[in-house]
């Protein structure tokens, strides 16, 4: 998920990929076509995650099913269920270099 400069992505916490970016990472990054730096730095703390998966489930709300998140009928997330998927997952944020 994109916000501005920010890239927002979810991983299960027992995959071993995101741990590369403990401390920051610069990596590179292929967003609309087009080669871009970013810095990469992973969220672990279940508060971290759940707040990140917040903003990432409340801009993808059809994801919330995937990540076992209950939706009420006006859309609203059951915070919950957003602290229960935050302790099987990691957030890890790319932070987009103005340099192209």
Known sequence: MRQGDTLLVTSQRERVWWRNFRGGAVVSVRLAGAEREAFAEVVEEDAGVAAGLA???????QAAKFFGVPVDEAG?????GVA?????RVIVKL??????
């Open 76 to 80: 609203k997330l059951d915070p919950e």
């Open 84 to 88: 229960r998927a935050a302790t099987e």
């Open 95 to 100: 932070k987009l270099s103005s340099r192209q």
């Open 55 to 61: 903003v990432y489930l409340g801009a993808n709300p």
